[in-house]
């Protein structure tokens, strides 16, 4: 168990939907991470917020937004839907070098 | 343009024998590696990383080399168990941008009984 949370585990919803996936990092870490993992790929690095303030930006579509609140969650929303967008979606949280990854939300757009 | 990459998708070894898994990056700029572990419907596991400073760094039955003249870096597994099985990402990152992990694509490990 990282210590890190995330919820929902499986959402399925259907094109030109919106949905919103949750992560609580571990406690103290104050920078949090969200990746995406498509069919059979590596992580891609999707942004980095650090105690409310957005760090660092991948390759994150501009359909996708993100925020991280004052108690330290983020959310990751996913809006306009595409079937492509269909993959696992992981935070990972950390207080140095080290990452620690929740177990993800695995999102099918149908 | 892959910045770092795992060119073995995959990988089958003995129980007991070594599992050596290799990793190659192009960014000068990446001065600490990590490895991580993945089992299926699971998030990555940290296993062992290293600072650009150092060309090995060891914890039980893993150790990691770093060759920072050939851009390479492997991951040492002896002796290997069945329970490693599963997929390895090597990460790299660049301190000075946000401590962002840049994953290479993966290599599955299976150790055979």
């Known amino acids: 168990d990282s210590g890190v949370t995330q919820t929902p585990k499986h959402l399925i919803t259907a094109t030109g939907q919106r949905v919103t996936l949750r992560c609580s990092p571990r406690?103290?870490?104050?920078?949090v991470y969200w990746y995406q993992q498509s069919l059979d790929q590596g992580l891609q690095f999707l942004i980095q917020?650090?105690?409310?303030?957005?760090?660092a930006k991948g390759n994150i579509l501009e359909r996708f937004s993100a925020q991280q609140f004052p108690d330290l969650h983020s959310e990751l929303n996913l809006s306009s839907l595409e079937l492509g967008d269909s993959a696992l979606y992981f935070c990972?949280?950390?207080?140095?070098?080290?990452?620690?990854f929740g177990p993800g939300t695995r999102l099918t757009v149908l | 343009d892959q910045q770092v990459k795992q060119n073995s998708p995959s990988l089958s070894v003995q129980e007991g024998r070594i599992s050596i898994l290799n990793c190659d990056y192009t960014?000068?700029?990446?001065?600490?590696f990590l490895w991580y572990k993945k089992y299926p419907a699971e998030g990555p596991t940290f296993l062992i990383s290293?600072?650009?400073?150092?060309d090995k760094n060891e914890d039980g039955r893993f150790t990691v080399f770093l060759n920072k003249s050939a851009k390479h870096l492997s991951l040492h597994i002896v002796p290997s168990q069945p329970g490693d099985s599963a997929v390895y990402f090597c990460?790299?990152?660049?301190?000075?941008?946000?401590?962002?992990?840049?994953f290479g694509g993966g290599t599955r490990l299976m150790v055979k009984p």
């Open positions: 406690s103290g870490d104050l920078s």
């Open positions: 990972a949280s950390s207080q140095d070098n080290e990452q620690f």
């Open positions: 917020y650090y105690n409310g303030e957005e760090r």
């Open positions: 290293i600072s650009s400073i150092k």
């Open positions: 960014n000068s700029m990446f001065d600490y």
């Open positions: 990460a790299a990152v660049t301190n000075n941008a946000g401590n962002m992990l840049t």
